[in-house]
């Protein structure tokens, strides 16, 4: 094939490519051969098509049809060459579009096109020369780009014709510069500035264009650039004088009239290009008002200018790429929202908006503070840089070019992110619409305005007016201003002319979606606006959404589509904000919940405009945080509601968090919501729900303590709640109670806070007896309570009739109170430990009875009637508890007044109680029990009385206001009348009940007795403390003091206060505690009295030592709910029992002995706390069990065998005391002999250290001098680190280095001169002990930290394993000892009796740390700095008080380890002896173990109280008393002696410790194992 034939299958391949042999898309069969009528068709159908590119590819394709069908072979074409070209003429006469294109431009341009496009065209000639030459009205068109343009002329007329355009476009006639005809341009410029000068310049428009047109025609001026310069001129005089150029314009010749002016538009897109930027907004403004007058096109100009559109989008795309940024700032890094609060220094939205487009943002956040004319600079750059197109379509929208701008916005809707002035023209122009609407439905007609007040002037000493002008200032602004005299306005106030106004709320909703959809949520650029369609939108849902529930959906969706969004935009605007909420507020709040969670986790997110304003908001969320504080509060708090009440779901979220991690914060945002908007309320609300709903738990690990979050939310709410009455807070009371149903932890909380903080109710736990008595007596003695224990109820009374209302209103008082006591009933039956549920259940408890105390002072009783259901609802359905439904209504029947036959006594009377025998107990008897109160049967006149005093001595003050005297004086008078108004009712209840006692009391038998004690006084006792004390007194309001003691004692012979402790709650077991505390005191009282015979006398020592017992025992328990609520016990009852000094004594022991081993620290603070008091009242007051009842004859017998003994001890400590100080005195004359014997002298101080005799007395002496550091600058970690290399020396035995590490020189000494001299190794292992923890101790500042006290046994451990070299000088010394004359032998000074106690000497204690909880038993005076003064033997004191804390600790621990007899001894010998032992320091070395040159243990006579057997007992009066009484005869006696005082009672009953060891309190023997009965009648087997 050659190539000639391959290029011509090319050519036809690509021909079918571009024109397919197919049938025709436009000229179809139906058209080729049909009707010329019917091409009508093609012309309408090209009349629909608006765009001109659709048109264009219409004609072309068209075009190449009917070619390719009349160059066809075979055409079948029925229409003429004649007609086609009548068809293709009338093609050119359509209207063209918006961009006004000609059409025969159009049509000529297309025609050539597809001409060209066919190859047949050029085998075709004839046929195309024939239809161009029969259509005229391309010829135009054809001449300029057709080659047919030579077939259609001669030579003649080509020739011609090109003359003619030489003449017309190579030739000037006119001239067109300045520089050409500088007088001719001169003239005419100034005569545009004469014209906008004159005044009458309206009325001489043809006399100016007429000299306009003879100065052109004169000079010969180009009519285009004499436009220019009109125009020119025209631009600056356009705010005053735009009428005249209209009207000039449209009289002038300078521009065509038939249609639009293409030079006019090709001369303002000119002068708008390159215009400067001090003239480019005014010469805007003249084109928008061109546009406006139709003499421009607004679309074709807009195209026409710069920048291009793929420019413009560039732009666009970097100032949204700068916005992310701006908008990601503080998410990117999570650390910038966590860091300390910084002040950002961010510029404005708008400000960010107006910078350079495409123009990156700068990367540096803390960049230095600009100077003010920096500033101004760069704000001129901005507004320099802006796009001209963005300059035009701001002037369209100002001066109302409504339909060229909101096309323009609508194709580039993007375009309002460089300028943020064009959101805020469109909503200008949306506010002129819905103007009538506004006006109709919100501002209803009103008369006329009258004028403003005239100005008073003085003319002449004369009053005049004159009225008061304004001068109004025309401005380029759109916005009016006002300032002073002088008003600015928009110049061109024709703006709205053609604009059309709605009449309807559906025109409304019309206008909305075609105008809010091209700015988006810029809406919010107008506060105006959204003020004016929230007010529209109220008018209308309040006027139809009751019959029309449609209606208020539509406003639902509308508010969700564009009203709501625009929120985050508004600024700091709270006044608009609050206005989108006032329609949002007739919304459900399901619905505006919605709307809250879609802005949060979705607008805010997703839309780039929002999520800037949202981050924005949170960052000066943390400034403004950051800077409030107590002393800023009322600066900071105003801007803290303003930026929250504008934006409250970018900004309250961050709040609450913060608030669930700090504290302070809370009180502080608290003060702030007072500020704030029902806006911010409402979303607050929200954003609580949101937080508290999140799955986290409630509760610590422990399960006991609320988790922080909880806690503090909690507070918050309370708080919020408390302190701003706007707050509505109903969400939250549903949710507290829906929460109740689950059981969740967090319901709780938040309602405890709500009872204490809104509604001021203190619960009654740790209130002492008389605020509790003062709070069951008349209503002004009730108040003054509340003050006392700091309740406030009183003073809240508003908040909590809020609240009572907010759970009235759901119907919710009963299901919260049988939700609390099901909730209750539920934590015994977990599997908790038991500390978890008795905290569980006091919390639970306590909130009950709060809320019960909220309701009923509250409601009014037909309230409380009706929304709190009846005794029996509560009992036989709900099987709540007698107690708690008495508690509910006994108050409400209490005020009506009747004594008996109340609707109460009826209620118990008729219903069947469950659980309740009362064919045990008098079914009266529980009634009254239960239907009276504290208030009905009690009252302490004194209390009354007592405040009257208070008030006559306020009365009495000098500087008292009348009104404050008449407010004390009511007081006053109200607090007689209330205490006559209760005397009264206690007298008549008296007289009513007093008859019913001698009935009650018939039946005493122990069944009655112990179902009243079940049914009535045990479960009203553990009730409350106002029910504990209301037991005690109508238990002795009418009973007689032997029925009473009977009481007592089937209540201590049944041996439940045991279990009943152990299965209380701690709050239980003080209420219990409160009950005995009141009923021993009476009892006590009456013994005083003397009004207790003896026998009854003898009977409450046996409920004494009965209740001894069983207190002891539950203390020896090792679980924590024994030993805890035993303590809490007897807090309470410690007051007034035990009595008798012996039981205090074995109480105190008991005590002391759980703190050895006891490591839990809530039960050790408050055992010291209770041991303090206990020995602070044995110092106080010490009873004898001789004063409390009469003895006899075993008791008095073995009282005397006791001072006998207490004698014979007495003398024996003397006895060694004398011998100490013959020894002493021997041991000094041995050492004067001996310096006298080496020529020293004595009295020289420079020769003292010369003495090398290692005295013992100087040792001992030494280490009781207090040797602690003055200054303790030590951390612990520097003491840990000494005491482990201390350690390591003590096991590696190496003394010299622990000496070092010991940096106090008097204790260094000490172990060094132990070094030195001979002492038996535990004493000297002892020593060094005593010493270093004396050193340590003296560095720390808590001497109790578990890891000090851990390296304190690592230090004891190892001096255990210390060993010392026996200097050979000592035996000297204890060989002259022994040499000495010793007493004969005797039961004082057996030398098995020292051998012995050598032998079981315990170690030689340090002086015990005094917690602040204890009270030190020592009567002697504390040592002062001059001591110094003392001699040998006064300093020994020291020691002694050393020793006796030992003895006391270590004499309990031997008895353990005695068995048989020697525990029985132990347990008999009299301990108050112990105190004439408290001068011993501890016995004396005794040499090597069995030597019999052992000596005498010494003892120095110190201060002894005068009743000497309440001291405790030495370790020499143990060791003494163990070996005189191991003979069978003494042992023999001793059970005897011990029987006589036990009763008459079976084997099995519990042993009376107390009354066996009569006058003597024993200490107790607390077992590790089951309490056994031993056949030698030891009362604990080990």
């Not at 009252?939 to 404050?964: F, G, N, P, V």
């Not at 400590?1213 to 004398?1218: G, Y």
């Not at 600058?1273 to 000494?1282: C, D, E, M, T, Y």
């Amino acid at each position: 094939m050659s190539l000639i034939d391959r290029l011509n299958k090319i050519a036809k391949q690509q021909q079918q490519i571009l024109l397919p042999a197919s049938k025709g898309t436009i000229l179809t069969g139906e058209y080729i051969t049909g009707d010329e009528k019917q091409w009508d068709n093609l012309i309408d159908d090209l009349k629909r098509i608006e765009d001109d590119s659709d048109r264009e590819q219409w004609l072309r394709t068209f075009f190449i049809e009917l070619f390719q069908i009349l160059f066809a072979a075979t055409s079948t074409l029925t229409l003429s060459i004649k007609t086609i070209a009548l068809f293709i003429n009338d093609l050119t006469k359509i209207l063209p579009t918006r961009s006004h294109l000609s059409m025969s431009s159009m049509v000529g341009k297309s025609f050539i096109a597809a001409m060209s496009c066919v190859p047949e065209a050029a085998t075709h000639e004839d046929m195309l020369i024939e239809l161009v030459t029969k259509t005229t009205r391309i010829h135009s068109e054809v001449f300029k780009f057709s080659w047919l343009s030579s077939k259609l002329t001669n030579r003649a007329q080509t020739q011609l014709l090109r003359h003619l355009l030489k003449k017309s476009k190579y030739e000037i006639t006119k001239f067109n510069l300045l520089a050409e005809s500088s007088v001719g341009f001169s003239e005419l410029v100034m005569l545009y500035l004469t014209a906008y000068n004159d005044e009458n310049k309206m009325q001489k428009v043809k006399w100016y264009i007429q000299e306009a047109n003879f100065i052109c025609g004169k000079y010969a001026l180009d009519s285009a650039r004499c436009l220019d310069i009109f125009l020119s001129v025209s631009s600056t005089y356009i705010v005053n004088h735009y009428k005249f150029l209209i009207e000039y314009l449209n009289q002038s010749s300078l521009i065509s009239h038939n249609g639009l002016d293409i030079t006019l538009s090709q001369i303002v897109c000119f002068n708008l290009d390159k215009c400067d930027k001090d003239s480019v907004a005014t010469y805007a403004d003249m084109c928008a008002i061109m546009i406006k007058a139709k003499l421009l096109d607004g679309q074709l100009l807009y195209h026409n200018i710069q920048p291009t559109i793929d420019a413009l989008q560039k732009m666009i795309s970097d100032e949204e790429d700068m916005l992310e940024r701006e908008s990601m700032k503080g998410i990117d890094n999570p650390l910038a929202m966590a860091a300390a609060l910084t002040t950002d220094e961010d510029d404005d939205f708008g400000d960010r908006r107006n910078r350079k487009p495409g123009k990156p943002a700068n990367n540096e956040d803390n960049t230095d503070t600009v100077t003010k004319d920096t500033g101004i600079v760069e704000d001129m750059e901005r507004s320099s840089s802006i796009p001209r197109k963005i300059v035009l379509l701001k002037s369209l929208l100002s001066h109302g070019c409504v339909e060229d701008a909101f096309l323009i916005v609508n194709r580039y809707p993007k375009c309002v992110l460089l300028d943020n002035e064009i959101p805020t023209l469109v909503t200008r122009i949306f506010e002129y619409i819905i103007r009538d609407i506004y006006s109709s439905t919100v501002l209803q007609p009103s008369k006329e305005l009258a004028a403003p007040q005239k100005l008073m002037t003085e003319n002449e000493q004369s009053l005049s007016t004159k009225p008061r002008l304004i001068t109004e200032n025309l401005s380029h602004n759109v916005d009016t201003t006002l300032s002073l005299n002088s008003k600015n306005i928009f110049y061109f106030q024709e703006w709205c002319d053609g604009i059309e106004q709605i009449s309807n709320i559906d025109e409304l909703f019309e206008k909305s979606h075609l105008l809010f959809s091209l700015i988006g949520f810029e809406i919010a650029k107008s506060g105006s606006l959204l003020c004016q369609i929230c007010r529209i939108a109220i008018h209308d849902i309040e006027k139809y959404s009751v019959d029309d529930t449609s209606k208020l959906d539509e406003w639902v969706n509308y508010f969700r589509k564009f009203i709501f969004p625009a929120v985050p935009l508004l600024g700091i605007n709270p006044t608009a904000s609050n206005q989108i909420y006032c329609v949002m507020k007739l919304f459900p709040f399901e619905k505006r919940y919605i709307m809250y969670n879609e802005m949060i986790t979705k607008l805010s997110q997703d839309i780039l405009p929002l999520r800037m304003a949202s981050n924005k908001a949170e960052r000066d969320l943390r400034s403004i945080l950051k800077a409030l504080s107590i002393d800023t509060i009322s600066k900071e708090a105003r801007k803290l509601s303003n930026l929250v009440s504008s934006n409250p779901l970018a900004t309250l979220i961050p709040v609450v968090k913060q608030i669930e991690n700090y504290d302070k914060v809370s009180d502080l945002v608290v003060h702030s919501t007072r500020y704030y908007n029902d806006f911010a309320y409402d979303v607050l609300q929200y954003v609580l729900l949101l937080r508290l709903t999140q799955s986290r738990s409630a509760l610590q690990e422990d399960g006991i303590n609320e988790s922080m979050w909880a806690q503090r939310l909690s507070i918050f709410i309370a708080g919020l709640s408390s302190e701003c009455p706007e707050m509505d807070i109903s969400n939250i009371i549903v949710f507290v109670i829906k929460k109740l149903h689950e059981g969740n932890a967090i319901a709780t909380s938040i309602l405890k806070q709500l009872l204490s903080k809104v509604a001021g109710i203190r619960d009654l736990n740790e209130v002492n007896n008389n605020s509790i008595i003062m709070l069951n007596s008349g209503e002004p003695l009730r108040q003054e309570a509340r003050k006392l224990i700091f309740d406030f109820r009183d003073s809240h009374k508003e908040r909590s009739s809020k609240l009572v209302s907010l759970f009235q209103k759901e119907h919710s008082i009963t299901e919260i109170i049988i939700l609390l006591y099901n909730l209750k009933l539920k934590t015994n039956i977990t599997t908790d430990h038991y500390k978890i549920l008795s905290t569980r259940s006091d919390d639970l408890n306590t909130l009950l009875w709060s809320f019960i105390e909220l309701i009923k002072f509250c409601l009014s009783d037909e309230n409380f009637a009706s929304n709190v259901s009846s005794f029996e609802s509560l009992h036989d359905i709900h099987h709540i508890s007698v107690s708690w439904i008495c508690h509910i209504w006994r108050d409400v029947y209490d005020k009506k007044g009747q004594i008996n036959n109340t609707d109460l006594e009826g209620l118990l009377t008729n219903v069947n109680i469950s659980h309740t025998e009362f064919h045990k107990i008098e079914r009266s008897l529980f009634v009254k029990f239960w239907r009276f109160s504290l208030y009905d049967i009690y009252m302490d006149e004194s209390l009354y009385y007592s405040e009257i005093e208070k008030m006559e001595r306020k009365l009495t003050a000098q500087d008292l206001s009348t009104r404050k005297k008449k407010s004390l004086q009511q007081k006053k008078e109200s607090l007689l009348s209330s205490l006559e108004v209760q005397k009264e009712r206690i007298k008549n209840i008296h007289e009513y009940l007093h008859p019913l006692y001698g009935k009650w009391t018939e039946n005493s038998d122990k069944d009655s007795l112990m179902s009243f004690l079940q049914y009535c006084i045990i479960p009203r006792a553990i009730f409350s403390p106002s029910d504990a004390i209301f037991t005690t007194h109508f238990i002795f309001y009418g009973f007689e003091v032997e029925y009473i003691l009977k009481l007592l004692s089937s209540f201590m012979e049944s041996n439940i206060l045991n279990t009943l402790l152990f299965s209380a709650t701690i709050s239980e077991a003080g209420n219990l505690g409160i009950f005995f505390e009141t009923f021993l005191l009476t009892l006590e009282e009456k013994r005083k009295a003397n009004i207790l015979s003896a026998i009854q006398k003898r009977d409450l020592y046996d409920c004494h030592t009965s209740m001894m017992d069983q207190i002891v025992d539950l203390l020896q328990e090792k679980n924590y709910m024994s030993i805890r609520n035993g303590i809490e016990f007897m807090k309470h009852v410690s007051n007034v029992f035990p009595v008798i000094d012996e039981q205090v004594g074995l109480l105190i022991s008991a005590l002391e002995y759980n703190l050895t081993s006891e490591e839990r620290e809530d039960i050790k603070l408050p055992t010291n706390a209770l041991i303090g008091h206990l020995k602070a009242r044995l110092r106080k007051e010490q009873l004898p069990l001789n004063k409390f009842c009469e003895l006899n004859e075993e008791e008095m017998k073995l009282k005397e065998e006791q001072d006998s003994e207490k004698a014979e001890i007495d003398n024996y400590l003397r006895a060694l005391e004398n011998e100490k100080k013959e020894a002493n005195i021997r041991r000094k004359l041995e050492t004067n002999k001996k310096k006298r014997e080496a020529g020293i002298d004595s009295s020289n101080p420079d020769n003292q250290d010369i003495n090398t005799e290692n005295d013992l007395d100087d040792i001992y002496r030494e280490e009781t001098r207090d040797s602690r550091p003055r200054e303790v600058n030590w951390p612990l970690g520097k003491v840990f680190r000494s005491m482990s290399e201390t350690i390591y020396h003590l096991k590696m035995n190496n003394i010299k280095d622990v000496i070092n590490t010991i940096k106090d020189e008097k204790l260094s000494s000490t172990i060094t001169r132990c070094m030195e001299s001979a002492m038996p190794e535990d004493e000297f292992r002892d020593t060094v002990y005593n010493t270093i923890k004396d050193f340590y101790k003296s560095l720390i500042r808590y001497e109790n930290n578990p890891d000090f006290v851990d390296r304190l046994t690592e230090v004891r451990e190892a001096c255990n394993l210390l060993s010392q070299k026996q200097p050979e000088t000592i035996a000297d010394m204890y060989a002259e000892d022994s040499e000495r004359t010793t007493p004969s032998a005797s039961r004082y000074n057996n030398t098995g009796l020292v051998a012995k106690s050598s032998v079981l000497r315990p170690n030689v204690a340090s002086k015990p740390s005094r917690d602040s909880y204890t009270t030190n038993r020592n009567d002697t005076k504390p040592t002062g700095r001059d001591d110094a003064r003392f001699n040998r033997s006064g300093d020994r004191y020291k020691k002694i008080e050393k020793a006796h804390s030992n003895s006391k600790q270590n004499v309990y621990q031997n008895r353990q380890h005695s068995t048989g007899p020697e525990r029985q001894q132990s347990y008999n010998r009299n301990s108050n002896t112990e105190s004439s032992s408290r001068g011993v320091k501890r016995e004396l070395p005794t040499g090597p173990e069995g030597s019999s040159t052992n000596k005498k243990p010494r003892n120095d006579t110190g201060n002894f109280k005068k009743n000497a057997r309440y001291a405790p007992k030495s370790q020499e009066e143990q060791f003494y008393q163990k070996d005189s009484r191991n003979s069978s005869s003494n042992n023999n006696e001793r059970m005897r002696y011990k029987g006589s005082f036990n009763k008459t009672k079976s084997n099995n009953s519990s042993t009376n410790v107390t009354k066996r060891f009569g006058n003597t309190p024993p200490k107790p023997h607390l077992p590790q194992g089951p309490r056994n009965q031993s056949s030698a009648g030891s009362r604990y087997q080990k």
